[in-house]
């Protein structure tokens, strides 16, 4: 993009456009732009810097802003290839983990609505919270969300399209089982070959 297409762009908020401030130096973020859009301009403008940080096994792994950008793109992608519909909403229940932040702004991206929910939650209130939200797809933390979500399905199952688990652990059986349950990385796995066909989605 040339210096003058790229500022007009910017002063248009096109996403994925970095703003050009005072004596041409570019910046992130413009009155008006989107979360999507700035994650987008992080990664334009600084790539290879941190974005998010998680712990494992005592060690802090990073992620960068264009690791994290790709993700938002795949999970979005990913999303839209099962069908959610603009304005469909989206229920997290989890913890403070990077999947929930790739989940909320994909979710964001693929033009969802996002809700979070207490990851203590008992399942009449998972019922109520879910119904109470019209949620229509659900990425949950591991084994005891899905477990809870089980007790209840046949209240939800006419509401509810799809399950998205990021922590598989000693659930092989559920997704032969379920068919409703998806895996976390195999959505973005889903969603990353999208972007691979139709890169810039976003």
């Known amino acids: 993009m040339q210096p003058e297409a790229e500022k007009q762009a910017a002063q248009d908020g096109e996403p994925g456009s ?5 004596g041409g130096v570019k910046e992130a973020g413009v009155p008006g732009q989107t979360l999507v859009g700035l994650i987008l301009d992080k990664a334009l ?10 712990k494992r096994f005592g060690i802090w792994n990073p992620i960068t802003w264009r690791e994290f950008s790709q993700q938002v793109e795949s999970f979005a992608l990913g999303l839209k290839g099962l069908g959610l519909q603009p304005a469909d909403r ?8 990077p999947q929930w932040i790739v989940a909320q702004f994909g979710g964001i991206a693929a033009g969802g609505i996002v809700t979070g929910m207490y990851a203590d939650c008992l399942p009449e209130e ?14 949950l933390r591991d ?8 007790k209840i399905w046949g209240s939800l199952q006419e509401q509810v399209l799809r399950v998205i688990v990021w922590d598989s652990r000693g659930m092989g059986h559920y997704y032969e089982e379920y068919p409703f ?3 976390f990385e195999e959505l973005m796995q889903r969603g ?3 972007l691979r066909n139709h890169p810039g989605y976003l």
Do not use: T
Request: proline content about 6%.
């Open 18 to 22: 970095l703003p050009v401030g005072p």
């Open 45 to 54: 403008l600084m790539p290879d810097e941190v974005a998010i940080r998680e």
């Open 90 to 97: 989206i229920a997290i229940i989890g913890d403070n983990k």
């Open 126 to 139: 998972m019922l109520y919270l879910v119904r109470y939200s019209e949620a229509r797809f659900l990425v």
């Open 143 to 150: 084994q005891e969300q899905v477990d809870k979500l089980l």
């Open 181 to 183: 349950l998806l895996r």
């Open 192 to 194: 990353a070959e999208e």
